[in-house]
């Protein structure tokens, strides 16, 4: 298993899919428990869903599962929502905040794992985001997550259906903001959110330096939108899917349109 899977397109949009991997090594598979093995945090089919909305872009897929390693946190382990409920670098509980470990990872497991699987991933998208910046002068890295519309233990009430993160605005230029949160709150049917609970990840605010020409945006969605339940065994639904494809390719298009027709330099 390579940690990391890259699909090299020509366009300015790069999508980050770094919780789509359902991968977990033997020796670290035979450490979790019941529960940890259900892998029930996986960003369930967002590689299905994001697949050929926009046939230019690049992608960085994690194959890994982030019970090995979450590949959207801070490699030294800070927390990226100080005082809030939220998990680890390597998660000690699911986001219900239930254990997920008979045998929990130690020091040296931590950062052995940061070598195999984050570093990888991170170095792939590094190289990629700064491939597509030297063709267009300009990269937009759009992060693809997903999330169960309830859960407890991490936020109040029911989540929206995007949730737009750009860390305060400090990741992107206001422009992309607004056609992102536009297009989005256009949509009949959907609520929109912009930096709410998910304001971005580790990902989002390390790589968006819009002053060097990369620019991150990170979209969370609800997983009610396109899943038959937000439950095992997770299906994909075709309808709901079908139907929320069409605002994600208008959304990308336009990100696309706006570096492509000049108007970020």
């Not at 990741?171 to 607004?178: G, K, P, V, Y």
Request: neutral net charge; proline residues 6%.
């Amino acid at each position: 298993m390579t940690p990391v899977s890259v699909k090299q397109g020509t366009g300015p949009i790069v999508l980050g899919l770094p919780h789509t991997g359902t991968f977990v090594p033997e020796d670290i598979a035979a450490k979790l428990n019941q529960n940890g093995r259900q892998l029930s945090d996986t960003d369930w089919h967002i590689d299905q869903l994001y697949d050929g909305l926009l046939s230019d872009a690049t992608t960085v897929r994690a194959n890994f599962h982030r019970y090995v390693i979450d590949a959207n946190r801070d490699p030294s382990g800070a927390s990226l929502y100080p005082g809030q409920n939220t998990t680890a670098l390597v998660p000690l509980t699911d986001f219900a905040g239930k254990d997920i470990w008979d045998i929990p990872p130690t020091i040296a497991d931590v950062d052995a794992r940061r070598r195999a699987y984050h570093a990888p991933y991170h170095a792939a998208m590094t190289e990629e985001l700064q491939r597509v910046r030297d063709l267009h002068g300009v990269a937009i890295l759009f992060d693809c997550h997903s999330i169960r519309s309830r859960i407890p233990h991490l936020f109040d009430g029911k989540l929206p259906d995007f949730n737009v993160g750009t860390n305060e605005g400090n990741t992107c230029a206001r422009l992309l903001e607004t056609a992102v949160c536009g297009l989005c709150r256009a949509e009949d049917g959907y609520t929109t959110v912009l930096n709410g609970r998910f304001k971005g990840g580790w990902t989002t605010r390390h790589y968006g330096q819009p002053g060097n020409g990369i620019h991150t945006i990170q979209m969370e969605l609800a997983q009610s939108t396109y899943l038959t339940t937000e439950a095992s065994p997770w299906a994909y639904d075709a309808a709901k899917s079908t139907r929320l494809r069409r605002p994600l390719s208008r959304l990308l298009g336009k990100l696309s349109h706006i570096v492509l027709n000049g108007d970020l330099t």
